[in-house]
């Protein structure tokens, strides 16, 4: 990969991703402020406020729409990809984020709850069509594949410490600014939109797609920085006529084709295990955690953003160790770190009554469970379902992972509350049980894929 061709992928990554992990982390600081404006809205229209019931109902559909716009989104992407191609989609998407941070930075003053919700859902309209249109499989022995994959990642933990540092209360922590916090969306927004505008379209959306040879060509001198660019193209050529003599797999198709079975199972097992795992419920709800640790309240906002800071660190070891480590022993260390700190705050809940010093333990565990998602649960699902398929799978392959991921992501952002509510320090232990098992499957079930072709690795799993 040529340096500008590398600089386009990430930057192109980077807008998308941080916005994507805005969106996880923006509902964290601000939770009491809304549902106080829930509840003076509620009693203006009604005559009277909200019970603790329905208030909680009403917080957490705000929480977890987010994420039934990431379905919508991930279902779409294919469609609006074919008639806009890959740059249209992004900017097209990116505006519908500047919409969504008006209705969530004018919802107060026009007294609409709706319009926060509103506006988080296309946010994850936003977010579902980016995570997937943008997954680009990189050619098998490339020492770029499993860095560049993990990226994102990264880009998603600078995005969650985004939101954590201007959820301070010296910055937009406080109550009269919570509107401009949500809002603050359009800003990754507005430069992805800038950064699309500076490249051209995807030379192989041009050539495959749209047969725009000549368009193709200019793209490709602008992203390998070389006139000399009919080696690529004919290389183009070659894979546009290997995909029109090949029969794409649908959805329905790839559930019954029993020679992918363990691949499919695969895929469904660690994106569903990439949610369940509890990972959003720490990132929609630390300060909530933290609350009931036991953390002084003035301290929390600082302990959140110590734990982002963290999980930045996490997120670049996965990015520089992967080629070297392995897909495998990264997701498997990274759930079974998850599982212990899952345990390891039930235990801390359930004796800081008795032993204070034990509220500590807590802060540790929830800053390990989040840096053992982003060593490698966090990329490595999406990394290792393009690398278990070819070419007519993997499109299916991804529609059934994304929406998975987004499913469970809705499941754990609107229950977590309730099941807070109903177990107390319990409740982690389902995310504990969750983690342990994912990761015994991959011990025992899925390979090592680094550095494999697919027949190799559908080798192993025959």
Known sequence: LTFPLLSVTLLVSFGSSMLYGYNLAVVNSPAEHIKAFYNATWSQRYGHGLASGPLTLLYALTVSIFALGGLVGSLLVGVLVEQCGRNGALSRSALLVLLAGGFMGFSRELESPEMV??????????????????????????????FLGLMPTLFICLGVFSAQVLGLPELLGKDRFWPLFLSMVVVPASLQLLLLHCFPESPRYLLIERNDICGATKALHRFLGTPDVQDVIEEMKEEQRSLSSMEMVSVWQLLRDRSVRWQTLSVVVVNAGMQLSGIDAIWFYTNTIFENAGI????IPYTTMGTGAIEIIAGLIGCLTIERVGRRPLIIIGFCAMGVCSAGITVSLLLQAALPWMRYVSVACVVGIIAGFCMGPAGVPFLMTAELFTQSHRPAAYIVGGSLNWLCN?????????????????????????????????YLIIPETKNKTFMEISHIFA
């Open 296 to 299: 002084p309240v003035s301290e």
């Open 117 to 146: 919700i509103i506006g988080r859902s296309i946010t994850g309209l936003h977010s579902g069509g980016c995570c997937l249109g943008c997954a680009q499989p990189f050619p098998h022995g490339s020492n770029l594949r499993g």
């Open 410 to 442: 809705f499941t754990v952002g609107f229950i977590f509350p309730f099941l807070q509510m109903s177990a107390g320090a319990f409740c982690y232990l389902v995310f504990c049980g969750v983690c342990l098992l994912v990761a015994l499957y991959v």
